[in-house]
């Protein structure tokens, strides 16, 4: 099967990222993996979920939408489905794993992930934007010593995978995704640590050689992206 630009099954979409592209949050990112575009923003309050008043510990939580004409067909504003909970949990997720949260007192970082164009992988794109922009807002808090450190523990980025028409492919784009046998999402740091994987069989079932193989070619994907975040990021 041939890929949309003559791309090898092994090879990214082209990669573009803008830092500090908005005024006033903290951090801010926009990242775009082929014609995917997603814009991430890191903002912070000065107050924690019930469950950490008292502890001295902080929280990150993350939301993501998609603007209406993001993808071919207009999606409904401010409507958010089972889909947005899901990617939303996992973005948070993933960030919460490369943050010292006993570091940035009790304080909520939040980091908002808004799709202003779909063509496929606007969750891995999220996460990537995601960490940019939590980058750039605790380097901020530091500056302006609020924080005694900046407490990333490593590197995050993530990437699709997938099986379309029995062949392997990293970094799906929409038309491929959407025929995709098997589709998997894998978020990972910089030591080849797996923070997230979520894969389906589409169509019928996989082997664990078949999982073994997406598991490589994400890592691989991920450690690309990684080597660009490093040339932006000093930790």
């Given at each position: 099967?041939?890929?949309?630009?003559?791309?090898?099954?092994?090879?990214?979409?082209?990669?573009?990222?803008?830092?500090?592209?908005?005024?006033?949050?903290?951090?801010?990112?926009?990242?775009?993996?082929?014609?995917?575009?997603?814009?991430?923003?890191?903002?912070?309050?000065e107050h924690v979920p019930v469950f950490l008043k008292?502890?001295?510990?902080?929280?990150?939580?993350?939301?993501?939408?998609?603007?209406?004409?993001?993808?071919?067909?207009?999606?409904?504003?401010?409507?958010?489905?089972?889909?947005?909970?899901?990617?939303?949990?996992?973005?948070?997720?993933?960030?919460?794993?490369?943050?010292?949260?006993?570091?940035?007192?009790?304080?909520?970082?939040?980091i908002d992930c808004d799709v202003i164009q779909a063509?496929?992988?606007?969750?891995?794109?999220?996460?990537?934007?995601?960490?940019?922009?939590?980058?750039?807002?605790?380097?901020?808090?530091?500056?302006?010593?609020?924080?005694?450190?900046?407490?990333?523990?490593?590197?995050?980025?993530?990437?699709?995978?997938?099986?379309?028409?029995?062949?392997?492919?990293?970094?799906?784009?929409?038309?491929?995704?959407?025929?995709?046998?098997?589709?998997?999402?894998?978020?990972?740091?910089?030591?080849?640590?797996?923070?997230?994987?979520?894969?389906?069989?589409?169509?019928?079932?996989?082997?664990?050689?078949?999982?073994?193989?997406?598991?490589?070619?994400?890592?691989?994907?991920?450690?690309?992206?990684?080597?660009?975040?490093?040339?932006?990021?000093?930790?």
């Amino acid at each position: 099967m041939n890929r949309a630009k003559g791309r090898d099954y092994d090879q990214l979409r082209e990669i573009r990222v803008k830092r500090d592209i908005i005024k006033y949050p903290l951090g801010s990112a926009m990242v775009e993996f082929g014609d995917t575009q997603v814009i991430c923003t890191a903002t912070v309050d000065e107050h924690v979920p019930v469950f950490l008043k008292g502890s001295g510990k902080g929280w990150l939580t993350a939301e993501y939408g998609m603007l209406p004409a993001s993808t071919d067909n207009r999606i409904q504003r401010d409507k958010k489905s089972g889909r947005v909970y899901e990617i939303q949990r996992l973005i948070g997720r993933a960030l919460r794993a490369v943050v010292d949260l006993g570091k940035i007192g009790e304080r909520t970082i939040r980091i908002d992930c808004d799709v202003i164009q779909a063509d496929g992988g606007t969750r891995t794109a999220s996460v990537t934007g995601g960490f940019i922009a939590l980058a750039g807002c605790l380097s901020r808090l530091y500056k302006k010593r609020m924080i005694g450190s900046i407490p990333l523990n490593s590197y995050l980025a993530a990437i699709s995978v997938g099986i379309v028409e029995r062949n392997l492919f990293l970094d799906l784009d929409y038309s491929e995704d959407s025929i995709a046998e098997v589709d998997m999402n894998v978020a990972a740091n910089d030591r080849g640590e797996i923070v997230e994987v979520q894969g389906t069989a589409e169509k019928g079932f996989f082997s664990k050689k078949v999982l073994d193989d997406m598991l490589d070619l994400a890592l691989k994907g991920i450690d690309e992206i990684i080597k660009i975040e490093k040339e932006l990021i000093k930790l």
